[in-house]
């Protein structure tokens, strides 16, 4: 009895957060499908039926938004463990109001890049990368942050990669091997909130207790 | 009531979201951005067969659809009057004429007949349903002109009030078809002047016609034309662009669902800091003040916007979220936070200095990197995030101006306003009195210039004292520059009364004052006329580079022909269009219409003709450059100016950053604050007092008087003011006692004891200390801190036993047990008073007990004896009478074991030697009230509250004492003062409690509010309770002996303590924590240590003197003394600090660590050293300088500082 009862009180916590990052990760999901549908910059194949349409997905890629979740998870438990592992613990003193700040500028370069008129692709994928990197600077400078972010963005532009080439969805006007540019920077600097965000989850719940002075 | 959450905080939080949530409640229901708004094609495109547009060659907008769904073309009339007719009519005439044209020019639009025979009925749109405010009353056109104002030209002509009538409609703008503040009707018109109206006649159509439009401007040449001498036909010219214009689909939750999202962020962000503020205690100003810095921090980049008239392209509801989350509230908690938690006691200037000079660097260090992020994004070449980076980075400067120069006074004056509340602080401040305000530094002079050993002034100052922690240069003319001129201030001011001054002016004089937008915008209308349009393309191309995405710049450049370069002031908002049609019952949103360039038209009221023209050519000349030297690149070069100026003060000042920003905060502060006084020492001699034959050892005062001992064990007690000798303790003496009782006790006591085989023992031990004695001497002529050494010497345990020095010379007759162990005595004056009176029951177990073989007496065996055992024997030695004690100590003649501490309370000194005995004698009198012979190990400390005695000794023992006074031949008295001074006032001393406290010797006691907290050898601190004894606290840390210890009550309950590790400590007595472990500046033990309530001086034996400011853990300056040797500190005022050093005394600032004056003292002979120095209140001192003391007061002259 007691060992369920210990394993419950310890997984709880970690459900919690679970949870906690899936939903993060499907409202993201959301609103970077808003903001690329507002552009015109993805064409879903329009069979308008259900109201996930309105969010600019289909009945037939409803998938998309718990796959999202489950990548926002996956990103989310992977920065503390690996900050557990690597014994690095970020160098910025991390409370909500910083992943607050982290949130609103990552919503605010997906706005600005689904928004503004760049004079040439290139131009706003460096921006966008430009800005991945000072939110990098700004909010974690650990270099397991960089690492992992970077990686999620890497899987995450394969990923879509994938599913265009399967012709799941394509974009209005691609301009690298049939994806937009910028997108690799926008997963990466996505992965680094979801991050952070799990980190403070984990923070938050006072797991790793031990390791924290 | 921490956890209580404070209304302040609510505020807070409405304020700001309800702020923050505005440009989302004012939501248009149309919104699109500049670039995806508007988009201008050529009109050669257009197929006049499909009536749509070519899409060939161009890079179009995504909802260009070739076809508008409709066109609008205006028609702006500018009507002159010219000087003499300004003058000859009223405005009233002015206006109504003008609006006069409004009924001819629609007149003659709608009856227009073109040579197909079309009219403009057969194009234009129709308005549907009811006829509407807009439709022309002949074929339900929708044509916007100021006729719309009147039903029908009757009724215009029999109004009399037509201005009116304009401005108070709700769409004014619309009707006029310019803005009202272009159009020149509202504005005051100086008679003799040029006077300019404009309006236009807005037709919309649903098709285009370009030849029927074509002859139609022709038509209208004829009237409105001739007058003018220009030649060029411009204005009339066919359009040759037009401008579409799109209105998107409000597409509902999809597009609010981002900008949701970021406010949910925002609202959680602001939620989360303002969670933090709990420690805050903050009050509603507050609060307030923090409201007011962000809203104005987000409201200030507008303001400036519009001063500076650039229109922003950007939507404010999109971008604020992201503002206010780029400025951050985290600057000001920060503030707050680290203000809030510094020592409250000191003055607020101080503290806020404190405070923001802590977190200054890393403020400074976001702002700065904020800046160049910001300007960095500037540099991408897109108008929206060049223009959000302008806009953010005028916002983060204005938020860092008005954290500084608002949100900081604003916190100053609350915590002003709450010390004041605080009565505590009043007290330290009545006591600090005198040294309130600055102290001037003088030149340096010596009292005695002609003996001094040393040549000049200069050479005496300067290589004896090496300063290392100076104040860099630059930071000291900044300072002093500002500080003493206060030129800053006086700028500020005359500023300030200028502005006011014109305020008054444009209040009381409205036409004087320079109407600098009204004529700007009247003559900008015209420029495009008179200026080639190549220059008008260069100029836009220059704002183009810059980036400013100005609205009305990018017109500019898209209006190449002049007509529509004529328009940009005249030119209505996109908005206009959709609203006059929704006003008509049609909704644009999806659609884009088709804006053709508007044709001016002209008419002059001249007396003159021919001359206007050129008049208004080189008005407009002239008011052109400031147009250009106004627009966009301004704001530009404002922030750039503003930016280079910050990096120039953090390049200059990058090392003294810290500083720099108190600097200006104290100056910022003491603006505020009444004039300051500033205090001058005065010269005055030194008292000189002679009598010790020896080197003085220790000394004590008690405010008036001074009591000093040397090392013969002479005691001198003197008369601070005059420099009189009060008395010399008769220490050797015996005392003439009255003579009938004394005799018959004394007779008594000898038959009593002397069969007791006491005096052989007595013998022993006498012979026994006389070889210890000159090791002895030589002990206690080094520093009184190195008694641990001594008491753990190998002659400790014989040093204990010993007596006095010269048993021999005593008279025998008058020894009675003295000689004896001391704790033997209480035991057999009990047995003898149980013989003689035959009272009370004494245990036979104690007798036994009580001496040990060796003769060591029983107490004095350290940690074996519980210390309930001796309390009993010292029961039963308090249970003797009074007097008896009385009578006993004053036989008990044996007062010249050498001094080890002194104290100086009230009217009595009390003496504790190296034999363990405590000694206290009045000062009247000159007589020994009592002797305490309790315990045989030194006294090392002595501490005294009321009539408690706290004393110290060598092995760790505490003994706490009481005194009980009584008058010898009268009733008893608690008090020390006696009505007859002749009397010997009696006193009895018992013991109340003895702890083994230490483990090893105690160095110092000192007695602070309900605590006693003493310092040892065996690294602790400990705190005890005055109550009942105990320990309250044990405080560990030191990694050596604690050498020195100092308590300040004036904000808290915090002690320093200097110890041989090296170190000093700050702790809070209130929860026994160390707050502070200063270890880098000494790197010998400490052995003098001094503190006020703001600043710690220590010493330490290498001769490094360092000044602290320990609340805050700081080391402000750090002074190594070469050849000097500092010999004792007395630190008397909060300012003021003096040393004694060989052969004179070196009066300090403390503030700037400068030595002030140096004071010679001895009048041949200036070798010796300043050995002790005893602070006697605020202005004197007394130093000891060899066997002579000096007093030397430091009488302060305050004069108000200019």
Redesign the interface.
Known sequence: MTNVKSLRSALVPWLRIVIALFFIGV?FA??LN??Q??R?VAAFSRDVLSGLA???LSMSTWWMLPSYGTGAVLIGLAFPCADHHLGESPKIKN???SI??C???W??I???AA?????TPA?LTF?VSAMSL?LWWLYDRTRTGLFLAMLSAVVATGFNQILVSNGVFSYNEPDLLSVKSWLPSIYFSGGLTIGNIGRQLVVYEDLYKPHQD | MQNMPNPAHFLLLIASRSHGCSPLLNRQTVSA?E??RTFTTNLSLYKEKEGTFSKDGVKYP?WFTGKPVLYIQRYIMEIYYDDVKSKLWTEEEMNKKTLLHSFYLVDNITNFKSLSGKKIGNFCFKAKGHKTLFSSSINDCIIAAPTNFWPNLSSFNSDKNVIERIIEHSNADLLIGVPVLASGFQQQTVPGNYVKRIFSVSVVMSSFENRFLKELHEYLGKFYYRDFNVSHNFGLASSTHIQHIYYSEA?G???L??LL??HV??F??IA??VA?IEMVRSKWALAFSAVCTIFAALTMPLGISTYLQLDSTLQNR?IY??II?II???NILIITKSVVSTPMDLEVRERIAEGLSKEGWSIWKTFFFEVI?LLAGYF???P??QEFCVFASVAVISEYFLQMFFFVPVLAIEIRRIELTDLNKQNIRKEDALSEGEVEEQPIKSIDETFQSKGSDENFMSPSFTRQAKMPKRLAFAFSFWARTRIVQRVLLLCMIGYILYVITYIVFPSMAPNGSGNVQRVSVESPHFFSNMEVESESRLLWKIGLKIQRSVRNIVATESSEASSTTSQLPWEAWYRLLSLNNYHLAGMHIGLLSPVVLKREYSSKPGRMSVDVMNLTKQEDISVISIDGVYLVFAVLILFIIICYTLTVLMKYLLPTTRDILLWFIRMCQPPQYRTTIADNAPIILRGHGQDIECLDSNGSTLVTSCLEGKVIAWNVITGEQYCILRRNEILPLPRPRMDRLRNHYDDSLLGMPVRGNARMYGYMQGEIAPAHLGMTGSQSTYFGDVARSPVSPMYKTHRRSRSDEVNSRTIVESTFATSMRPVSVAQRLEENFGKGTIRQRRSDLSVLPDGQPLSSVDGYVSSKNILKEHESYNKRSLAENYFQNLYDSSSNAAIWCLLCHDNIIIIGCCDGSVEVWDIQSNYRLCCYRGCSSGVTCLSAIKNRIFVGRSYGRIDILQISTFKPYGGSSNNYGNDNPQLPQLASINLLCTKKWHHETLNTIKIAKEFAITASQDKTIKVMRLSDYGCTYTLHGHSDSVSCLNVDLSAGFFCVSGSADCSLRVWDLSNGSCVHHLSEEHTTAITVLECNHKYAVSISIDNVLCIWKYRAGVCIHRIVQSNNIIGGIALLSSALMVTGSQGCIVVWNVRSGRVMRTITLGEYDCSNFVSHMQKIDNTTVACSYGNEMYIISFSSVVEKKD
Do not use: D
């Open positions: 409202i959301l609103v808003v903001l549908v507002q015109n309105l969010f600019g409370e909500w109001t607050m700040r949130t609103a500028l919503i605010g997906n706005h600005a928004t503004l008129n760049f004079s131009q921006w000072c | 951005n670039q995806e995504k597409s939750i999809l597009e669902l981002p999202l970021t962020i925002v959680l962000y989360f800091s933090k999109e979220p992201y989350i951050g509230l985290e992020t991408i070449n897109v929206a995030i």
